[in-house]
């Protein structure tokens, strides 16, 4: 069983940046997937970005594709989203999740096992 908590959310004016932490428990934390979620009020929780449990795939949504970088660090059991040129359209409340066996392509929420509590991520225009 793995628990999640994320850290580094916070305001940014738009063009900004913000870095995401999620520190993870449990000593099997590099036998999982990671993945990025958000939801913004009113609409369905959203991909983000994936990160393969070695660390050298990743996978991205299409907005966010080349502002946002997904990375981990095994050693820390932690895994960050670099989030750069920043939009108000990003305002959302953002989620780290875990899962053994979800493919880093598959964007479905449902598909990953385990959650944090989120994190408010708010761009000011």
């Known amino acids: 069983q793995v628990q999640l908590v994320e850290s580094g959310g916070g305001l940014a004016q738009a063009g900004g940046s913000l870095r995401l932490s999620c520190a993870a428990s449990g000593r099997t934390f590099s036998s999982y997937v990671m993945g990025w979620f958000r939801q913004a009020p009113g609409k369905e929780r959203e991909f983000v970005a994936a990160l393969s449990s070695s660390g050298t795939s990743t996978y991205y949504a299409d907005s966010v594709k080349g502002r946002f970088t997904i990375s981990r660090d095994n050693a820390k059991n932690t895994v960050y989203l670099q989030m750069n040129s920043l939009k108000p359209e990003d305002t959302a409340v953002y989620y780290c999740?875990?899962?053994?066996?979800?493919?880093?392509?598959?964007?479905?929420?449902?598909?990953?096992?385990?959650w944090g509590q989120g994190t408010q991520v708010t761009v000011a225009s």
């Open positions: 999740a875990a899962d053994r066996w979800v493919s880093i392509t598959t964007t479905n929420p449902r598909t990953y096992d385990y």
